[in-house]
């Protein structure tokens, strides 16, 4: 204990009461506790087997599909969950968000045969940390545990690549838009615009313009189109935000 703990000085306890202190147990990490969920029972019973000859890990529950998960979540409040992606009733990644609010301190790490790119997006969207396939070896598992614990993401090899070539792609397609000049609007859509950001209806506007109604109907349709919105409410929050309008 001498080598673990420094050499020992005059008037310190021996041995058996070194490993007894409060020093010593405020050395030790508390075991990371760890829920498995997955709808295989073999594949959780394989884990367990696994993660329990770790002394710094402690497998406190499982459970078959992600509702399961999300109760056993609040019940238990692990410090990570591994999981699933594919499962009946409820799959892995819409477990995910729940399992963040039951149990906002935990972090999930989803253990997968999917290597869909779609099925990594959406999991990091919902909050998972880390992405494993199951091909890992066995090591690699209580690896990916502490390294997640101790605040770090984890994702296989190929789908991180597979990421980062998106990552490229979605800077590339908003250096472009950036390219791209702002519609433009005519003196008419402008004051359309601007009437619509006060709150103005249609008719109202028509009024105020000495135009037709359905003539207003025509400009704010343009608008739309024009920004490519949906909304008028969105044809007002594009406005400002790209300056082309200004509200006082």
Known sequence: MADTFGPMRDGDADDD????????GSLRREPIR??????HALFRRGLEIVLAAEEDIQVVGEAGDGAE????????????????????????????????EVAPSAKIIMLTIS??????YDAI????????????????????????ADGQSQISPSMASKL??????MIQRTDERRLVPAPRLTDRELE?????????????????????????K????????????????????YAMREKILEIR
Request: hydrophobic share 45%; charged share 30%; net charge negative.
């Open 115 to 120: 290597d869909e790119e779609a099925d990594l």
């Open 34 to 39: 760890v829920l498995v969920v997955d709808d």
């Open 192 to 216: 359309v615009l601007k009437l619509v950001a006060t709150g103005m209806n249609n008719r109202d506007i028509a009024k105020e313009l000495f135009i037709s109604e359905n003539t207003v």
């Open 69 to 100: 998960a999300v109760d056993k979540a609040a019940d238990l409040l692990p410090d990570i969950v591994l999981m699933d992606v594919r499962m009946p009733k409820r799959g892995g990644i819409e477990a995910c968000t729940s399992i963040k």
């Open 164 to 169: 980062l070539t998106e990552f490229k792609s």
């Open 125 to 148: 969207k919902a909050g998972a940390t880390g992405y494993l396939l199951k091909e890992i070896s066995t090591d690699e598992v209580a690896t990916a545990i502490r390294a997640v």
């Open 17 to 24: 009461d070194i490993g007894m202190s409060t020093d010593a």
């Open 218 to 237: 025509n400009h704010v349709r343009n608008i739309l189109e024009k920004l490519q919105l949906h909304s008028r409410m969105e044809a007002v929050v």
